[in-house]
Protein backbone atom coordinates (compact mmCIF):
# COMPACT_ATOMS: atom_id res chain seq x y z
CA UNK A 1 0.00 0.00 0.00
CA UNK A 2 1.28 3.48 -0.62
CA UNK A 3 0.36 6.72 -1.31
CA UNK A 4 -0.09 8.04 2.72
CA UNK A 5 -0.07 11.61 3.37
CA UNK A 6 -0.28 13.17 6.73
CA UNK A 7 -2.09 16.07 7.49
CA UNK A 8 0.62 17.64 10.83
CA UNK A 9 1.85 19.99 12.49
CA UNK A 10 4.97 19.71 14.26
CA UNK A 11 3.80 19.73 17.94
CA UNK A 12 0.85 17.52 17.04
CA UNK A 13 1.59 14.29 19.15
CA UNK A 14 -1.49 12.88 17.62
CA UNK A 15 0.43 12.85 14.25
CA UNK A 16 3.69 11.58 15.75
CA UNK A 17 1.90 8.93 17.06
CA UNK A 18 0.54 7.83 12.85
CA UNK A 19 4.35 8.88 11.63
CA UNK A 20 6.10 6.94 14.10
CA UNK A 21 3.87 4.03 13.55
CA UNK A 22 3.77 4.37 9.65
CA UNK A 23 7.93 4.53 9.84
CA UNK A 24 8.28 1.75 12.27
CA UNK A 25 6.08 -0.05 9.69
CA UNK A 26 8.47 0.98 6.72
CA UNK A 27 6.10 2.94 5.34
CA UNK A 28 6.82 6.27 3.31
CA UNK A 29 4.74 8.97 3.50
CA UNK A 30 3.98 12.60 2.27
CA UNK A 31 3.71 15.45 5.31
CA UNK A 32 1.42 18.40 4.44
CA UNK A 33 2.19 20.87 7.09
CA UNK A 34 -0.98 22.37 8.31
CA UNK A 35 -1.11 26.27 10.13
CA UNK A 36 -2.33 24.74 13.62
CA UNK A 37 -1.50 28.06 14.95
CA UNK A 38 -2.92 30.10 12.17
CA UNK A 39 -6.32 28.48 13.21
CA UNK A 40 -6.75 26.97 9.59
CA UNK A 41 -8.39 23.93 11.43
CA UNK A 42 -11.17 25.89 12.78
CA UNK A 43 -12.24 27.36 9.16
CA UNK A 44 -15.47 26.05 7.68
CA UNK A 45 -13.51 25.38 4.24
CA UNK A 46 -10.78 23.35 6.41
CA UNK A 47 -13.02 21.54 7.70
CA UNK A 48 -15.80 20.63 4.58
CA UNK A 49 -12.55 19.93 3.00
CA UNK A 50 -10.33 18.08 4.63
CA UNK A 51 -11.93 16.87 8.48
CA UNK A 52 -15.12 17.81 9.73
CA UNK A 53 -14.35 17.31 13.49
CA UNK A 54 -11.94 19.84 12.99
CA UNK A 55 -8.61 17.85 14.46
CA UNK A 56 -5.35 16.98 13.22
CA UNK A 57 -3.71 14.55 12.09
CA UNK A 58 -5.63 13.69 8.95
CA UNK A 59 -4.21 10.23 6.84
CA UNK A 60 -5.08 9.90 3.33
CA UNK A 61 -4.54 6.45 2.41
CA UNK A 62 -5.40 6.20 -1.38
CA UNK A 63 -8.62 7.29 -1.80
CA UNK A 64 -9.89 7.56 2.23
CA UNK A 65 -9.58 9.94 4.45
CA UNK A 66 -8.85 8.89 7.88
CA UNK A 67 -9.06 10.19 11.18
CA UNK A 68 -8.78 9.51 14.97
CA UNK A 69 -5.32 8.22 16.12
CA UNK A 70 -6.81 4.68 17.88
CA UNK A 71 -8.68 3.40 14.95
CA UNK A 72 -6.21 4.19 12.51
CA UNK A 73 -3.34 2.33 15.03
CA UNK A 74 -5.46 -1.09 14.80
CA UNK A 75 -5.49 -0.69 10.93
CA UNK A 76 -2.01 -0.45 10.44
CA UNK A 77 -0.95 -3.12 12.87
CA UNK A 78 -3.80 -5.57 11.08
CA UNK A 79 -2.39 -4.01 7.66
CA UNK A 80 1.19 -4.33 8.45
CA UNK A 81 1.04 -7.44 11.39
CA UNK A 82 3.13 -5.47 13.09
CA UNK A 83 2.13 -4.00 16.94
CA UNK A 84 -1.43 -5.73 17.07
CA UNK A 85 -2.02 -8.23 20.10
CA UNK A 86 -1.11 -11.75 20.05
CA UNK A 87 -4.29 -12.88 21.26
CA UNK A 88 -7.77 -11.99 22.26
CA UNK A 89 -6.57 -11.35 25.95
CA UNK A 90 -3.75 -8.84 24.41
CA UNK A 91 -6.00 -7.10 22.05
CA UNK A 92 -8.41 -6.09 24.44
CA UNK A 93 -5.80 -5.15 26.78
CA UNK A 94 -4.56 -2.77 23.75
CA UNK A 95 -8.03 -1.62 23.32
CA UNK A 96 -8.39 -0.68 27.05
CA UNK A 97 -5.08 1.09 26.87
CA UNK A 98 -5.72 3.29 23.80
CA UNK A 99 -9.26 4.35 25.15
CA UNK A 100 -7.63 5.37 28.50
CA UNK A 101 -4.58 7.49 26.59
CA UNK A 102 -6.87 9.09 24.26
CA UNK A 103 -9.29 10.60 27.44
CA UNK A 104 -6.57 10.55 29.72
CA UNK A 105 -2.95 10.89 29.27
CA UNK A 106 -2.92 12.05 25.53
CA UNK A 107 -6.26 14.22 26.06
CA UNK A 108 -5.22 15.82 29.07
CA UNK A 109 -1.31 16.16 28.38
CA UNK A 110 -2.26 17.59 25.15
CA UNK A 111 -4.58 20.17 26.21
CA UNK A 112 -2.01 21.41 29.07
CA UNK A 113 1.38 21.18 27.08
CA UNK A 114 -0.33 22.96 24.59
CA UNK A 115 -1.30 25.82 27.40
CA UNK A 116 1.88 25.75 29.25
CA UNK A 117 4.35 25.79 26.34
CA UNK A 118 2.65 27.33 23.38
CA UNK A 119 0.12 30.19 24.57
CA UNK A 120 0.89 33.24 24.85
CA UNK A 121 -0.99 34.00 28.27
CA UNK A 122 -2.17 30.45 30.43
CA UNK A 123 -4.44 30.69 33.22
CA UNK A 124 -2.50 29.98 36.28
CA UNK A 125 -5.67 27.63 37.84
CA UNK A 126 -6.35 26.00 34.83
CA UNK A 127 -2.67 25.00 34.73
CA UNK A 128 -2.73 23.58 38.03
CA UNK A 129 -6.06 21.58 37.32
CA UNK A 130 -4.48 19.81 34.02
CA UNK A 131 -1.29 19.47 36.54
CA UNK A 132 -3.08 17.48 39.31
CA UNK A 133 -4.67 15.43 37.07
CA UNK A 134 -1.61 14.41 34.63
CA UNK A 135 0.34 14.07 38.12
CA UNK A 136 -2.26 11.38 39.11
CA UNK A 137 -2.50 9.84 35.32
CA UNK A 138 1.52 9.38 35.07
CA UNK A 139 1.47 7.84 38.41
CA UNK A 140 -1.13 5.14 37.61
CA UNK A 141 1.32 4.42 33.76
CA UNK A 142 4.70 4.28 36.11
CA UNK A 143 3.16 1.97 38.35
CA UNK A 144 2.06 0.10 35.60
CA UNK A 145 5.50 -0.37 34.12
CA UNK A 146 6.95 -1.05 37.10
CA UNK A 147 6.30 -4.71 36.28
CA UNK A 148 6.31 -4.80 32.69
CA UNK A 149 9.08 -4.15 29.59
CA UNK A 150 5.96 -2.77 27.47
CA UNK A 151 2.22 -2.32 28.18
CA UNK A 152 0.48 -5.13 26.61
CA UNK A 153 2.15 -8.65 26.69
CA UNK A 154 5.98 -8.85 25.79
CA UNK A 155 6.08 -6.86 22.54
CA UNK A 156 5.85 -3.19 21.60
CA UNK A 157 2.16 -2.45 20.38
CA UNK A 158 0.46 -0.07 19.56
CA UNK A 159 -0.90 1.00 23.09
CA UNK A 160 3.11 2.03 23.54
CA UNK A 161 3.06 3.90 20.36
CA UNK A 162 0.48 5.62 21.54
CA UNK A 163 0.79 6.73 24.81
CA UNK A 164 4.59 7.16 24.40
CA UNK A 165 3.94 9.88 22.00
CA UNK A 166 3.46 13.27 24.25
CA UNK A 167 5.91 12.03 26.49
CA UNK A 168 8.37 11.79 23.49
CA UNK A 169 8.80 15.81 23.12
CA UNK A 170 11.43 17.49 24.51
CA UNK A 171 11.13 17.62 28.41
CA UNK A 172 10.46 21.30 29.25
CA UNK A 173 7.69 21.47 27.01
CA UNK A 174 5.53 19.74 29.58
CA UNK A 175 7.88 20.28 32.12
CA UNK A 176 8.22 17.08 33.63
CA UNK A 177 11.39 15.61 34.17
CA UNK A 178 10.49 11.81 34.27
CA UNK A 179 13.53 10.49 35.35
CA UNK A 180 13.17 11.75 38.67
CA UNK A 181 9.16 11.90 38.70
CA UNK A 182 8.50 8.89 36.99
CA UNK A 183 11.30 6.61 36.48
CA UNK A 184 9.60 3.55 34.91
CA UNK A 185 7.85 5.79 32.11
CA UNK A 186 11.18 6.86 31.55
CA UNK A 187 12.77 3.42 31.07
CA UNK A 188 10.04 2.62 29.17
CA UNK A 189 10.43 5.76 27.01
CA UNK A 190 14.17 4.98 26.55
CA UNK A 191 13.18 1.30 25.43
CA UNK A 192 11.03 1.99 22.76
CA UNK A 193 13.49 5.06 21.48
CA UNK A 194 15.86 1.94 20.91
CA UNK A 195 13.31 -0.20 18.70
CA UNK A 196 15.04 -0.31 14.56
CA UNK A 197 13.50 3.26 12.95
CA UNK A 198 12.75 4.96 15.53
CA UNK A 199 12.56 8.37 15.11
CA UNK A 200 12.15 11.80 17.93
CA UNK A 201 8.53 13.78 16.96
CA UNK A 202 10.49 17.08 15.89
CA UNK A 203 12.18 14.47 13.27
CA UNK A 204 9.59 13.10 11.88
CA UNK A 205 7.58 15.84 11.91
CA UNK A 206 9.47 19.18 9.70
CA UNK A 207 8.52 22.49 9.30
CA UNK A 208 7.77 25.47 10.98
CA UNK A 209 7.07 25.57 14.59
CA UNK A 210 5.46 27.22 17.15
CA UNK A 211 6.40 29.52 19.14
CA UNK A 212 7.44 27.83 22.41
CA UNK A 213 7.48 30.10 25.40
CA UNK A 214 9.03 27.41 27.81
N1 LIG B 1 -8.74 11.70 19.50
C1 LIG B 1 -8.12 12.45 18.42
C2 LIG B 1 -7.47 13.69 18.99
C3 LIG B 1 -7.00 14.65 17.91
C4 LIG B 1 -6.73 16.02 18.48
O1 LIG B 1 -7.27 16.42 19.53
N2 LIG B 1 -5.87 16.77 17.78
C5 LIG B 1 -5.55 18.10 18.20
C6 LIG B 1 -4.18 18.49 17.68
S1 LIG B 1 -2.92 17.38 18.20
C7 LIG B 1 -6.57 19.03 17.59
O2 LIG B 1 -6.70 19.07 16.40
N3 LIG B 1 -7.27 19.78 18.44
C8 LIG B 1 -8.22 20.76 18.00
C9 LIG B 1 -9.26 21.05 19.03
O3 LIG B 1 -9.29 20.37 20.07
O4 LIG B 1 -10.03 21.96 18.80
C10 LIG B 1 -7.11 11.54 17.72
O5 LIG B 1 -6.67 10.56 18.30
O6 LIG B 1 -6.82 11.77 16.53
Not at 113 to 124: C, E, G, I, M, V
Not at 159 to 172: I, K
Request: charge should be neutral.
Amino acid sequence: MTGYRLHYFPESGNSYKLALMLTLCGQAFEPVWTDFGGGVTRTPEWRARVNPMGEIPVLEDGPERLTQTAPILLRLAERYGRFGGGNDEEKFEILRWLFWDNHKLTGYMATYRYLRAFSASPDPAVLAFLRRRLDDFLGILDGHLRERRFMVGERPTIADVSLMAYLSFPENEAGYELAVSHPAVRAWLSRLAALPGWQAPYDLLPGKRLHCNV
